[in-house]
C-alpha cells in the first residue's frame, strides 16, 4: 500500500490523468468541428441551389413580363413597326435585348426611354411608350429602317381617326384644333398634292412642301410637332398658334394671317365631338372596313 502513497507515482498519475482527459476532450472537439464543418457546407450548398432557383424564377418571371406584354400588344408592335418600317421580328428580338433586367421592366416605356436627369420616363400609356421606342430605333438604328414611299389614301375619315388617336398619345393637345388646322391646311384631308406627300398641316422645309413616307408617319409628325413646339411652349389657341404658324406682315408688323384664323375658326364648327378613335384596333378596323367595300 505504500506503493500507492509515493508522491511521485502520485504526480505521474495525476499528469496521466490529465492527458487522458485532454485527449477525450480534443477528440469531441474535432468530432463537434467536423460536424459544424459538414452543416456549414451543406448550408453553404443549400444557399447556392436556393440562389440558382431564385435567379431561374426571376428569369422566368421576366421572360413572362415580356412574352405577356408582346402578345398583349401585338397589335400596336405591328402597327408602328409598318409606320416606321421596322422589321417586326427584329422590333421583338430589340425590346427583349433592352428589357433584359426584370427589375426595370416597365410596360408604359418599354424602350427604357430615358430624360435628361437619367432617370425611366413614365409615358401615359402602353401605346405612347411603344411609339416612342420605335422612335428611338428610328434615330439611334437608321440602319434598321426601310424608308421606302407609300402615299397618303384618299380617305379623310381615315386621316382624321389618325389625328384623333394620336391626340390621345400627346395629350397636351387639343384634338379639335388638331383637326381643325389640318382640315384648314388641307381642304379637309382632299388635297392631293399633300395627300400625296403625306403632309396634311402644310409643313415646309429647305426643298418646299416635306414629304413623309407614310400618312400615319406624316401624322404622326404634325401632332408632335403642334406637342413640342406650339403646346408645350404655351402657345394654344388659335391666334397664339397662328402667329407662329402662319404669319403675315401688316405694315411692317408681324401677326397672325386673319385668312388663316377664319379658315380654322370655320373648321372648328365642324369638329366639335369627343374623340372617337383611341386605339389601333379601332383605326385598323376602319381601314379594313374600307378594304371590304372595295
Partial sequence: MKLFRNPYLIKIGKIMAVFILTILISGAS??????????HIDSKYLAESNNSQVDLLLKEEEKNNIDNFINNNEEQIRFFANMF?????????????????????????????RDFNGNIINYNSVDRGILEFFSFLD????????????????????????????????????HKLMLSIGAAESGYYTAKTMLYKNNIY????????????????????????????????????IESIGYVFCPQMINGIKTVSSHWVSLVTKALETYTYDIRYVSISQLNDLVNNEINEI
Avoid: C
Avoid at 474535432?30 to 459538414?38: D, G, L, P, R, T
Avoid at 421580328?89 to 430589340?94: G, M, Q, R, V
Avoid at 439611334?140 to 391626340?167: D, T
Fill in 202 to 237: 402644310g409643313g415646309m422645309g429647305s426643298n418646299g412642301l416635306i414629304q413623309y413616307k407614310n400618312i400615319e408617319y406624316g401624322v404622326w409628325q404634325y401632332i408632335k410637332k403642334m406637342s413640342e413646339q406650339y403646346y408645350d411652349k404655351g402657345l394654344n389657341t
Fill in 85 to 113: 418600317g421596322i422589321d417586326y421580328e427584329i422590333a421583338i428580338a430589340k425590346i427583349k435585348e433592352i428589357n433584359i433586367d426584370p427589375n426595370t421592366f416597365n410596360e408604359n416605356n418599354i424602350g427604357l426611354i
Fill in 30 to 39: 474535432i468530432k463537434h468541428m467536423a460536424i459544424q464543418s459538414e452543416t
Fill in 139 to 174: 434615330n439611334s438604328f437608321p440602319e434598321l429602317v426601310n424608308n421606302s414611299y407609300r402615299p397618303g389614301p384618299n380617305n379623310p375619315e381615315y386621316i382624321e381617326a389618325l389625328i384623333q388617336y394620336f391626340s390621345t398619345l400627346y395629350n397636351n393637345v387639343d
